[in-house]
């Protein structure tokens, strides 16, 4: 559901794109608040900064060629494929551990965020950030406990 539906026709397209943008920036910052007061290799300014970023492409995207699946699927897989990319480098393997793979897996869900909100799902947006909202903060008491033997 584009909420930005709800504003008159004659809202200008300079502000509805800025408006896409904001919403975006406003789905991604509680994700990366959440990694910024946690011991975490990115935060604040990555997701919604990755979330930004890709609605933006994606706008520049639409605008350009349309909603043409064949070109609108090639933007994308673009898209996610530089994301993935970012977020590999937040994985770190130290001797016999691996860290920062949910960090990873959170920057690739906040494009996601970015994506759906260009294209007007900003149900799919709330979802998106309020799942990365529980899995991040909420199951990490879980995955302590579920370790805490491992020793």
């Given at each position: 559901?584009?909420?930005l539906a709800l504003?008159?026709e004659?809202?200008?397209?300079?502000?509805?794109?800025?408006?896409?943008?904001?919403?975006a920036?406003l789905?991604?910052?509680p994700?990366?608040?959440e990694?910024?007061l946690?011991?975490?290799?990115?935060g604040?300014?990555t997701f919604?900064l990755?979330?930004?970023?890709?609605?933006?492409?994606?706008?520049?995207?639409?605008?350009?060629v349309?909603?043409q699946?064949n070109?609108?699927?090639r933007?994308l897989?673009g898209?996610?494929?530089g994301?993935?990319?970012?977020?590999g480098?937040?994985?770190?393997k130290?001797?016999?551990?691996?860290?920062?793979?949910?960090?990873?897996?959170a920057i690739?869900s906040?494009?996601?965020?970015?994506?759906?909100?260009?294209?007007g799902?900003?149900?799919?947006a709330?979802v998106?950030?309020?799942?990365?909202?529980?899995?991040?903060?909420?199951?990490?008491?879980?995955?302590?406990?579920?370790?805490?033997?491992?020793?």
């Amino acid at each position: 559901m584009d909420i930005l539906a709800l504003l008159p026709e004659s809202t200008p397209p300079f502000l509805l794109t800025v408006l896409r943008l904001l919403l975006a920036f406003l789905f991604a910052l509680p994700v990366g608040l959440e990694r910024e007061l946690g011991p975490r290799n990115v935060g604040l300014r990555t997701f919604p900064l990755v979330a930004v970023t890709s609605c933006g492409f994606v706008l520049v995207g639409l605008d350009s060629v349309g909603v043409q699946g064949n070109l609108t699927a090639r933007i994308l897989q673009g898209l996610i494929t530089g994301v993935g990319f970012i977020g590999g480098g937040a994985i770190l393997k130290v001797h016999d551990t691996v860290h920062g793979t949910a960090t990873a897996a959170a920057i690739w869900s906040t494009s996601a965020i970015g994506i759906a909100v260009a294209f007007g799902r900003h149900e799919i947006a709330l979802v998106l950030a309020l799942l990365n909202l529980l899995l991040l903060r909420l199951f990490m008491p879980l995955k302590e406990a579920i370790h805490a033997g491992d020793g």
